[in-house]
């Protein structure tokens, strides 16, 4: 049964209200690293609850505007361009943002799968989180790989560290540098999503009620 006209007008008014609302938690920082990423006020949240909501495909779409809105208001204030040419800084805005925020829309995967909605919402929520985490992996070690000598050898100093410099060649050492680069702040926040997702489903009933209704989309 497909929606009514009011339905989609109601979805269409709660997305615009949640993606303006994990803009504004975005800017919200509980800890930022020194070296460079941050952990967010759970600015990922309100997109995996529109996923969870209206669905995957509707998720996708949702977390594909909140990338580009990232790109906007983050890329530009960030020196993750500094010396690139436009093929990679095209390449970089396809993966760290648009395949990476659209990742969080999946947070619905698991809805109608496991039964217990709380657990369903909780883990499609750090699934989703976690196959962001994979393609700034990817993104970094493709454009940023270069940055781990420095980060070795300059920020993260100790025998362990002089020890990987030593021993592993510069690709080896370029994929540890963007697993724990990028896990120093997406692996806190996928902890801080993930418990988040939690209360809200749990304690929060009219948004309990909507999130957990069946939406056939048309």
Known sequence: MAQTKAQKTKRLALSGVMLAMSVVLSFIK??????????????????????YTYGVKWG???GTVHGILQAITGAAMSSAFAGMNIGSALAI???????????VGLSGMLKGKIKNHTAAFAIGTALAIF????????????????YADWFFGEVMVNGFTASLLQKCSPNLLGLIYSVIY??????????????AAVLVISLIKPVRQEMIKTHIKK
Request: proline fraction near 5%; aromatic fraction near 16%; charged fraction near 10%.
């Open 60 to 62: 996708l779409l949702c």
């Open 93 to 103: 805005i396809i993966i760290d943002y648009l395949f990476a925020f659209s990742a």
């Open 131 to 146: 196959i962001r985490y994979m393609a700034h992996i990817v993104s970094g070690y493709i454009f940023y790989k270069s």
């Open 30 to 51: 509980v800890f930022e690293w020194p070296f460079g990423g941050s952990i967010t006020a759970c600015s990922m949240l309100p997109v995996a609850v529109l996923g």
């Open 182 to 195: 990028n896990g120093a702040y997406m692996l806190p926040e996928l902890i801080l999503t993930s418990v």
